[in-house]
DNA sequence: GCGAGTCGGTTTGATATGCAAACCTATGCT
DNA sequence: AGCATAGGTTTGCATATCAAACCGACTCGC
């Protein structure tokens, strides 16, 4: 299921950490907008550009680094001109949880009125306002309020407090 | 429930969103990772420092934005000398699981082998690792996968497409 | 064939931001 | 006094970002 690179999460300038590596790859301003409008099912240079507001030049390097990342891949859809369409690949799609988070959040936290949400069944009577919350799949409990320990691996520092330094006493 | 500043949506370069206006907040390069941090239990400058790998000018500005934009809070814990931890407002907690999220993706497609991941019920014999996924709290369904409608009020321009330009075609 | 327009970028030059390292103030410790 | 620690701020330089101009390949109307 592993598609990408590896992420040296050793060279991270802090802790190594999922999260850090993560934004590595997404956390640069415009990558997470460029994917909210491939999402939309805007697949073209234009089309990302007007939908996000990013500067050609800063929306033509994402575009580049999130493919490199596998996030995003080009599809041709013109021969003549040449031209191509970005598209989520199945890393990016599994990266929309995260938007829809955000999406929430600012709904919740930055205003009453609310320019989009999102809406579970629309066809049906009881269609309803998603009300998101994060949910283990495994034994559907949601995660917030239940008791969830952070697992370390020989890599993983200490969580809490400074790390130890290299012992300098003898010098 | 609304503590913050209400955000200008329209003020946004591109399209006026719910995430595009989260990641104004908290979108800049050490930001979550500084909400990282405080969740894990480190409430102070020098332990925020180590633990994202931020310049101290960089976490300086970081904090001083996060606690304006209401998502952390500074608390005193000694009056001589004045020193100050900090702390996640309800604001700032609301958005652990959009960290989550990443963390999740930066296990599942960054390394075969992460540094952290998160066990559920640690304490009990069926203790596992959370598989999260973002669900409806109103009717228990997952978001993804289900219908999903985006509804729009009137600011919140066309989701596909380019949106139609002032007419110019009378000059 | 010719001019205008579109698409997907790249280049340019000014501005803003990020960075490491040094510095500063207040305090405690001996 | 002399040194150490905490929590920053300042400095000087490097990098990134931005708006705007430019470019090559093509299409369309005539």
Redesign the pocket.
């Known amino acids: 299921m592993l598609v990408m690179q590896p992420f040296p999460f050793q060279d991270l ?1 802090g802790r190594p950490c999922p999260i850090a590596a993560s934004l590595e790859l997404v956390g ?3 990558s997470l907008l460029v994917i909210r409008e491939v999402s939309l099912g805007n697949h ?4 990302i550009a007007q939908g996000t507001g ?5 929306l ?2 994402r ?2 680094a999130l493919v490199t990342a596998g996030v995003l891949e ?1 599809r041709p859809y013109s021969t ?6 970005y598209h989520l690949t199945d890393a990016g799609r599994d990266i929309l949880p995260v938007l829809q988070g955000l999406l929430q959040w600012g709904n919740r936290w930055l205003t009453d009125e609310p320019p989009v949400v999102l809406h579970h069944a629309p066809g049906e009577r009881a269609g309803h306002e998603v009300d998101g919350e994060w949910t283990c799949r495994t034994c559907g409990e949601p995660v917030a309020g239940s008791p969830v320990e952070r697992v370390l691996t020989p890599a993983g520092h200490r969580l809490v407090g400074l790390p130890v330094e290299a012992d300098d006493h003898d010098r």
């Open positions: 300038p640069e301003r415009w073209r240079f234009s089309e990013a500067p050609r030049d800063r033509s390097a575009l580049s080009r003549s001109p040449p031209r191509s369409g």
